[in-house]
């Protein structure tokens, strides 16, 4: 089987990646990691990949002057490293319509909320705040707007009357890791594609994964 060459762009923790790393191990995934690349010299992400093998670059964005010298050399690593799709985990530099465009269709991100609620930062605190019952996370096409485009693939995670930050966190990011490798999965292989600015999800999906792209995690509850 082909496999898509990806580049994973992190800024920190890189735990995502990790679930990425992890899941492209499998022959019978359709994508395999090229390149990690972080924009902060320090995140512990690069140590994770490297220990795995794999090839991983820090492109740190405060030695350029401005963003356009920033992206001019990301986007050269990721053509370097020939890689099809990005996938964007906790990479938190704002892109601009230039570097968008030239990805366009082929830049994932994931965030930790049901978009279109919740864009932005600080998610967990301000679901808390506005007594949302059910959260979750969303794996979607990067476009010029942020935390914005198409989406691939959702969890509903329920938010428990005794979360705080951190716990809700942690749940939510438990479920951000089983997402992003199946929404990956789904793209790469075509299963799930664009069509008039919607994610269409190919009727010839197996079952397994049809009932996995509508999961509902709330470990305490047991996942349905
Ligand atoms: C995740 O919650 C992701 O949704 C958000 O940033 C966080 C990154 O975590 N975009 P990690 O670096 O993947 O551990």
């Known amino acids: 089987m082909e496999k898509k060459r990806i580049g994973v762009l992190i800024s920190g923790r890189g735990s995502n990646m990790s679930s990425l790393i992890e899941a492209c191990k499998s022959p019978e995934y359709p994508a395999e990691i090229s390149v990690v690349i972080s924009n902060r010299p320090k995140a512990a992400g690069l140590e994770n990949a490297a220990r795995e093998g794999i090839r991983a670059l820090t492109i740190n964005h405060r030695k350029y002057d401005n963003r356009t010298a ?24 704002l892109l601009t319509a230039e570097f968008v465009d030239k990805w366009h269709d082929r830049q994932l991100n994931i965030h930790p909320s049901l978009l279109p609620s919740f864009k932005g930062l600080h998610t967990h605190q301000r679901v808390l705040d ?40 942690a749940r939510v990011l438990a479920a951000e890791h089983q997402l992003y490798p199946h929404a990956l999965k789904m793209f790469a292989m075509g299963d799930a594609y664009v069509n008039n ?12 994964s049809l009932s996995q792209q509508h999961a509902i995690f709330s470990p305490r509850l047991g996942k349905a």
Do not use: W, Y
Request: charged share 25%.
């Open 70 to 93: 920033f992206e001019t050399d990301l986007h050269q690593a990721l053509v370097d490293a020939q890689v099809e799709l990005i996938c964007n985990a906790g990479f938190l530099r």
């Open 130 to 169: 506005a007594g949302v019952k059910v959260t979750g996370c969303t794996v979607h096409l990067v476009r010029t707007d942020m935390d914005a485009g198409p989406i691939i693939a959702q969890a509903a995670v329920a938010v428990e009357h005794d979360d705080d930050e951190q716990s809700l966190a």
């Open 197 to 208: 600015e919607k994610i269409e999800i190919h009727a010839k999906m197996d079952q397994a």
